[in-house]
């Protein structure tokens, strides 16, 4: 919207931060600690949302970023198309995955997907990332999918739900910043500095899906990192008549932060904590 915060990315602004001044060198993975780590966050939160659609054929991750899932994606897909409006993540990934064969890169101008062959995708993927992208955007690539889909394809895409709390989001807004952060951190305040997107909800992407031929099917609303705020959706759609069509099932998870912090508990490359120093 033509008044969004600054804090809030539009898509030049996501262009910007992601091409320029963000600071890639832990290839995204910054974002996986609080759940113990990227590894830790693919088992624990995003596979466990997507193994009932893979091996797929050929699966589309749209803004890969630096592959954080990339890596993950390429070995359930015979051909894996990545699509991101960066070209520095594009060759990032080009030399990060050139020993994978199976992969197909393009750059875009982060709302089109005009170079994916109509009827050639069966999975179609996006997490922590179109979170940050506005209802247009987030919009236009549903509309797209529409026609990109195979007649059995199915998607899963995590976008904002903050446009559900609106209000909360506001009053939090005009609180003076030392007051803002330190509600933030004890859970208490909608987490501002996470970037999303202020007018998406879930029942927007469920109307989209909507118009542009395609069948919401399953949608889960949850926290992110701090407090219960359900300020993030996953919703998975598919064209109607394919064997995954179903009526809409809406589940609230408040709880997803929980969840990350057990996994941090629990992981670790050996299963167990570093032994304790006695001396």
Not at 32 to 39: I, P, Q, R, V
Not at 45 to 50: D, I, M, Q, T, V
Request: charged content about 30%; proline content about 5%.
């Amino acid at each position: 919207m033509d008044d969004k915060p600054a804090d809030v990315p539009d898509l030049e602004s996501n262009r910007s931060i992601w091409a320029r001044s963000w600071d890639w060198s832990r290839e995204g993975d910054e974002w996986s600690d609080w759940w113990g780590g990227t590894e830790a966050m693919w088992l624990g939160a995003l596979h466990p949302r997507l193994h009932a659609f893979v091996p797929a054929r050929r699966i589309l991750e749209i803004a890969p970023g630096y592959g954080r899932w990339t890596q993950f994606l390429k070995d359930l897909a015979e051909e894996l198309v990545v699509v991101d409006l960066t070209e520095r993540c594009i060759d990032h990934c080009k030399e990060r995955f050139a020993a994978s064969p199976n992969i197909e890169y393009h750059v875009n101008d982060g709302r089109s997907l005009e170079m994916i062959e109509d009827s050639s995708v069966d999975l179609v993927v996006s997490f922590d990332s179109l979170v940050h992208a506005e209802p247009s955007v987030v919009e236009g690539y549903v509309d797209q999918l529409g026609q990109k889909l195979t007649p059995n394809g199915v998607g899963l895409l995590h976008h904002s739900n903050a446009g559900t709390l609106k209000a909360l989001v506001s009053a939090t807004r005009r609180l003076p910043r030392g007051l803002q952060r330190r509600l933030i951190v004890r859970g208490l305040a909608p987490d501002l500095s996470a970037w999303r997107d202020e007018d998406m909800s879930a029942r927007r992407f469920s109307d989209c899906c909507t118009a542009a031929g395609l069948r919401c099917i399953g949608q889960e609303t949850f926290s992110w990192e701090r407090g219960r705020f359900r300020t993030d959706a996953f919703s998975l759609f598919t064209r109607p008549g394919s064997r995954w069509d179903r009526p809409l099932q809406v589940h609230h998870n408040p709880g997803f932060g929980d969840e990350g912090r057990r996994m941090r508990e629990l992981w670790s490359r050996s299963s167990f904590r570093p032994a304790v120093d006695q001396s």
